[in-house]
Every structure is written in C-alpha cells, then in structure tokens.
C-alpha cells in the first residue's frame, strides 16, 4: 500500500461582521467591524481533508507565503510526520521567526493534528494523551470599550446574563475595571488585557489601582511583551497576577518568561506560535514549571477546536476564550456548541471532532 502523502492545500479567507453593542474599537488604525478568518484546507492523496486555521488578522499576507514557501514545501510529505513543521520553521526561518510566516505554519500544523486524527479514528484529545476533563468551562472575552463606564457594565451583565462565570476587558483604566466588578460580584473571576499599554517607568501605578478590583490576572501591561525582566519588576511590586504569551515570537519565550519570574499564566496563541505542535510544548513545560497555561483564543475556526483539545488534557484545569460579541455567523454552533458558559469535549469524534460549516465558507469567503 503506498505511503500516504499531502496532496494539496487550499487557502480560505473569511470576513464576518460583527456588532460589538458599543462603536466598534480601533485595531490596528482601522474600526473592527469584522472578524478575519483564515482557513486551511489540507487534502491527502487517499483522500482525508484536515482543517486548520491562522491567524485572522495576517490574512493579507497569508496567501503570500503559501504560495511561495508552504505549499512547494509540504507538497507530498507525509501528514502523519511530527517533525514536519518544525522543519519547516528552521527552513523559513530567514523569512522571519515570527509573523506571517509562524502563522502560516501554525495554520498547516492544526490541519495535519486533524488528518493524523481522522486516519487513526481516534479524536486529537486522544493524540494528545487523553482527556482529563470533557467540559471545559468558557470565558466571555469582551471588546475593547474605551473605557466607556456604561458599555462595560452592560456587557458585562449581558455575558452574566448568558451563563459565563468568567469575563475578560480589554481595558486600561482602573475605573472600568471597578465597574465591571460592581456588576459581576466579588467571586466572577475578571481577566483585563491592556494590550502592552504602558512603557516599564508607567505601569505601576495604573496596575496597582486595578488590583483593588481583584483581578484574575492583567494581561501584557508593559510595551515591549518581552521586557520580561521589567514584567517580573511589575509582578512583584503590585503583588497583582499577570498574563502573557499571546505575542509570544516562540516556545524560547515562554521558558524565559517563566524563568523570569514574569508571569503567573502562560498565554500561547495555536493560530501565532506555531499550531498545536507548539502550544502542547508551552503548555507541558510551563505547567511542569507551576505555571499555568491559559491559551489565548480570540478565534472560533478550527484553532478554538484544538486550543479546546489541548485544554482538555493538559494538567491544570483552565477555562478557554470566547470572542463576545454578536458574529454574524458562529463556526460549530451545532456540533461543539458552547452552552451556559462551557463547552463539552469531542473526544468521541475523529480529529478536532467537527468540520468549518459549508454555510459560513460560501456566505462569507473573500
């Protein structure tokens, strides 16, 4: 029987709009009135299709680097190789070690994850050791209101309101923090990512005064994320927990950020740092190292079904993200639905356990 191969790879760009009950924030000098979505389609030559997913926001260059690197690239090797995309990370490496390249890759690793799944029967949890948990509990990852007192508060009663017993801001002021916390009660845990909002010498004093809210964790308060030796300053003179990893350039900066003393949650992003393949290593080392992995997830393609997987089997217990908002379409609202603030595992299922929605592929492809 000959070796089964890649045999093609298809690119999939998404727009969907989005309504974020507030004026819409700025992302990268632009309204975000939509969410980018970035597909994979990965065929082998007996016919097994896998689906992974990159990050939204690359999607300008994305194509780009398929094109001219990935495809020639993975064309005909072997799905089942564990090895591949690590190789391909060394021999791209001058293209840059992070960026459109890493997320590229990240979106090809997904893919092979959920053909290696499909040609054993067997779920990705399964790969993965097993699941230790089949519900995992949701966070309700809010929009960024500028520090708009009246839509904190309403959107954090509305994602109460729909069973989430997590919320995040994505705020700066010590004030909107306070109000969502006026909301939510003394025992919803408040997450805030303030986006590397302030440089070393000015983060002190505004993260101080949102610890008087209690907050689970702030998220990337220093510019740059990888001032480690400044976030371990930050860390152990507010006493407050901090989060980090999203912007993470690869799995050597979470060892030197756990090594830092930086940070109390390790945040990799599956769709920037490399696919599964990688996340799987931080979330390992890290947990083995008392530091939590808490990935960032502010997708819902097939990224948010393995960032699930992997959330399932890792050691700690630790709730997945929710993109809250209203999405003019939600990927896997029948088949992995998340209800009341949690989502039950598809361990059963070959794979990630569901494929991309043909609806929301034909409705809103670029």
Known sequence: MPAVTIETINTIPLRIPLDTWAPPPMFAGKPRTHVEMFLVRVKTSNGVVGWGECYGSSLPLLNAVFDAWVKHLAIGQDP?????????????????????????????????????????????????????????????????????LEHVKRNTERALEQGYRHIKLHEKTAEAVAASRAVAGPDIPIMVDTNCAWLPGEANGPVAAMGASKPFWVEEPIWPPEDFESLAALRKATGVPLAMGENATGVLDFRKMVAAGATDFVQPSIVKIGGLTNLWQVATEAEKAGVTCVPHAFFFGPGYLATLHAIACKERDAPLERLFADVAFTAYSKTVPNVNGAVEVPEDRPGLGADPEDELISRFRI
């Open 80 to 148: 089942t190789d564990k090895t591949l995309t690590a190789r391909l990370e060394r021999l791209l490496h001058g293209m840059g070690r992070a960026g459109s390249t890493l997320h590229a890759i990240s979106g090809l690793d997904i893919a092979l994850w959920d053909i290696r799944g499909k040609l054993e029967g067997v779920s990705v949890s399964k790969l993965l050791g097993g699941a230790k948990r089949k519900r995992v509990e949701t966070y309700a990852s809010l929009l960024q209101y500028n520090g708009v």
